[in-house]
């Protein structure tokens, strides 16, 4: 009872589980403006899903959640349009780079190494400077008397106040050259097309830290570009791989996007600071599941090739 | 002379049978229902009920093997000396992508020595494939039920006519695929083969898992641009319900 067969993923699966599964990272996903791609993957696969259609339908099923958390932002006010179009117009250019770049590893052998070493890098870099940071806030007390002079820009600020076209992006509060969200765009899209994820947990770092929009500001715009990321996605795998599962990612998208709402009101009585302890926390575990998988002696030896 | 041609009759009959390598085709028998698995939305598994006979004193072994195909596998292996990596690919060729056996427990006896010697188990599938490969192989498919023998559930009966009868029952496993299985039977006896017949079984998709499948490999376009409305639309629904309850609010 409640077993359904998907014929894409040529398996038969327990709709509540799935269901389940998609609450649980659409609930991330509105609480953090994270796709959730890097962790509903892996437990799909965990479920007996092949890896590439695991991947492919988590697109498809992230293209409602993002549809539904990116809506729940907009009403509050969340979601910055001139920073994300700039942004996935910057992604859209590097994850072009980013595909030729894996096909050039490829060819080169030993691409899966390069792939899990930067996966584990990245993650264990963003996620130990985040939690350290937000750390280091939630321990400050509120300033005693403000006496202090005023503070000497850092070299970081000179520089971006040194780049031409600079505008306001008024949601965010911020006054930045166009140049930084293009750029960091394709560094962001380089990395997510070199990993093969949404890039939501990169991105999210990128906006609170070299961009320096607010916490609220960020998930809601962070939502927005990976609707159109995933969408693109979405549509490729399905011509070029056909390993989109369509009936698994309906099952997942409703459970994602009742679990992306709650995330979304969850968002909202969190501070800033406890969002950012908790998604690196979350990105930190992510990093040692993969350094663990890296470094234990796996229990078969063989996997089948076309997904990793 | 007619004694000396009977006995002469009766000696090379009696040589043909402790030889134990002919038997007539009517002294085996096999049937199976359900004779064609129907892969529908609700399919997680099905029970296959095979019956037949064979000789008197002669045990029966049921496979069901799926086809025959080659697969490429990635190897993982230590790279600078402490990294478990891909590190190539390797291909199996000519192995079957299901391979499920029905036993006694006499024969099987826990794969021992016995099972061993008569070679119709997995390893009877290896080829040239180098050992370690398919002892990893075999791991795989092993938790992944597409390889399985099930010891012990092969029972007889007497079916007269000198003849043994035997009934059983496999599961087919819930990542069934399309496609033409053999199903045969085994006559062991004394630690040999020595008969065999072959039947087939088909698993085709019925219902929505076909439809769904005739539109993911014929229209690909269609079916991805509809997966990406379909999504969206999800997305704005479940925000209209949740709107209206002021969720969002």
Known sequence: MWHMYLPIAGNSVNVILIFMLGGLVGLLSGIFGVGGGFLMTPLLIMFGIPPTVAAASDSNQIVGASTSGCLAHYRLGNVDFKM??????????????????????????????????????MLGGVGSYMFYESLQSLRKKVPTVKTEAPKKKSCYTAMLESLPFQTDFKKSGVRLSLLMPLVLGVLVGVLAAIMGVGGGFIMVPIMVYLLRM???????????????????????????????????????????????????????????????????????????????????????LLAYAGGH | MKKYSIALSICFTMLLMSCGTVFADEDMSLSFKPDHVTIGTTYNGATVELSGTVPKGCAAVVRVMGELKDTKFKKKGKVLGFLWMNVATVELDHIPSLFLVATDSDIYGGGGKKWKD?????????????????????????????????????????????????TAELTLPSSLQRGDYTVEVLAVRDGKVVGKTVSSISAAFSGFPKILSSIAFGHEIIYGISAVIIAILAGLFMSMVFSDKGAAH
């Open chain 2, 118 to 166: 008569l070679n119709i188990g997995f390893d009877s599938v290896k080829g040239n494939s180098d050992t370690e490969i398919f002892h990893e192989f075999l791991k795989l498919v092993e938790h992944e039920e597409h390889y399985m023998i099930e010891d012990g559930v092969v029972k007889y009966h007497d079916a007269g006519n000198g003849l043994r009868g035997f």
């Open chain 1, 214 to 300: 607010p916490m609220h500001v960020v998930v809601g715009t962070s939502l927005f570009q990976i609707l159109f990321t995933c969408i693109n996605v979405t549509i490729l795998q399905s011509y070029t791989n056909h390993t989109v599962d369509f009936v698994l990612a309906l099952i997942l998208l409703v459970g994602s996007t009742i679990g992306a709402q709650f995330g979304t009101k969850i968002s909202k009585k969190l501070k800033g600071e406890h969002l950012k302890i908790l998604l690196a926390t979350l990105v930190l575990a992510v990093m040692v599941k993969m350094l663990f998988s890296l470094l234990l002696t796996p229990d078969v």
């Open chain 1, 84 to 121: 994300g179009f700039l942004l996935l117009i910057g992604g859209i250019l590097g994850g072009f780079v980013g595909v030729q770049a894996i096909k050039v590893l490829r060819a080169m052998g030993n691409a899966d190494f390069l792939i899990n070493v930067t996966y584990v890098l």
